[in-house]
């Protein structure tokens, strides 16, 4: 509700600057053209992620996770940190957030294990893991069009090692601060004696297991993941995997489709937000953004960059720090310093990232509790490391 009212104020805000015209009509007819394709994938990706988690297949898997970590807490988290990373990287960082945070909660306590550094991860590799595909992150969406639309090969090809790098990082961190608590054993119970349970909003409920759907759903799933990759415009298959779904369930599960599966608030944000920072870069709010990015191409121009996108996510969103440092990033190896610092940078503040809010959410429904305070005392230490670390596995690229 919360994001709601701030995308409303955002929207009107836009409203009147094109009506002042402040923001010139041809503006706003270039940003509708560059944003609207992506705001559709946006909401046809939450529809399906929203329905494969209530199909189950985010709870089925990581209940096979925990089986096969045999009774070793490390080797389960390892397993749930590579279904964050793989989570984040084909589905998007607030899939990832909202739909396996509750998942990883509810079988980590399943476990008998603390929560805490399963959840950690998650959020952090949410952020972090958001490097490697366009899909992956709303910022890689925009950082694509202004590349020219480079292929996801293209954009893999650049991002990989700050990837790599990204994600190893955060899990390093937390293998050393939480290895007392990575070192106890759980009790392994078999798969088919697990009760299923099923996320919800409110944490976890019993629910019986619907074969069909699961199955369903999973086809769905293996199919979108490649298509998301081969080029064509992503909208396309996330859209058509959206309305198979939709079919299936008002066949099999019609009380599933509602009108709340579609993520009203974030697409009255996102669209609110966009005009907002259209109107400011008009402006020439993006020329004191670039007075303190720099210009170059070195390792320390390239720190800066992804410094300044780090630190203007932390103060103020990772969104509207993209979109006011966008021009100053005119080449690839720019381009990728700034989504460092937008993407990894995050993991400060609480509304560093629309990700780490929807997370902390998810916890305190289910009643696992972390302060802000730790969170960023944690954050101070695997922001600038990762960014930094990051950044030197792209200049290492070359």
């Not at 595909?133 to 890689?140: E, G, K, V």
């Not at 798969?191 to 069909?212: F, K, L």
């Not at 099999?252 to 996102?270: D, E, G, I, N």
């Not at 969170?375 to 670390?389: D, Q, R």
Request: net charge positive; no cysteine.
């Amino acid at each position: 509700m919360r994001l709601a009212i701030i995308g409303a104020a955002l929207l009107a805000g836009g409203a009147v600057a094109v009506v002042t015209g402040t923001l010139p009509l041809a503006d706003l007819a270039a940003l509708i053209d560059r944003v609207a394709p992506i705001l559709l994938f946006v909401v046809a990706m939450t529809v399906v992620t929203e329905l494969a988690s209530e199909a189950g297949v985010f709870l089925w898997t990581a209940r096979r996770l925990r089986h096969w970590g045999r009774g070793h807490s490390d080797v389960l988290w390892l397993f749930l940190a590579v279904f964050a990373t793989l989570s984040t990287i084909f589905l998007s960082l607030d899939t990832t957030a909202v739909l396996l945070t509750p998942v990883v909660v509810s079988v980590t306590r399943q476990a008998g294990l603390p929560p805490l550094p399963f959840a950690l991860t998650t959020v952090w590799l949410a952020n972090t893991a958001s490097l490697l595909l366009p899909i992956s992150n709303l910022t890689n969406l925009l950082a694509q069009h202004s590349l020219g639309g480079i292929s996801p090969a293209g954009f893999a090809a650049l991002m990989w090692g700050p990837s790599l790098t990204a994600i190893l990082v955060p899990l390093v961190f937390v293998g050393i601060v939480f290895r007392r608590d990575l070192r106890k054993r759980y009790s392994r119970i078999p798969v088919g004696r697990i009760r299923p349970y099923q996320a919800t909003e409110g944490g976890s409920r019993p629910a019986a297991t619907d074969r069909v759907l699961l199955g369903t759903t999973a086809v769905v799933l293996a199919l979108l993941l490649p298509a998301l990759v081969s080029g064509v415009p992503v909208w396309i298959p996330t859209v058509t995997a959206a309305v198979v779904l939709a079919v299936v369930f008002a066949l099999r599960r019609p009380r599933t489709l509602k009108v709340s599966l579609v993520p009203w608030s974030l697409l009255l944000f996102a669209s609110g937000l966009f005009l907002v920072m259209e109107t400011t870069r008009h402006l020439g709010a993006s020329v004191l953004v670039g007075q303190l990015a720099g210009q170059g191409q070195g390792f320390l121009d390239l720190v800066r960059l992804a410094a300044t996108g780090a630190a203007g996510s932390n103060l103020l969103n990772n969104l509207p720090a993209y979109l006011l440092a966008e021009p100053v990033a005119q080449t690839p190896q720019r381009m990728a310093a700034l989504l460092i610092g937008v993407n990894a940078g995050p993991l400060i503040t609480p509304w560093a990232s629309l990700a780490t809010l929807l997370w902390h959410d998810r916890l305190v429904r289910m009643n696992v509790l972390i302060t802000w305070k730790g969170y960023a005392l944690f954050g101070l230490i695997v922001a600038p490391v990762t960014v930094i670390a990051a950044v030197l596995a792209l200049a290492a690229a070359g």
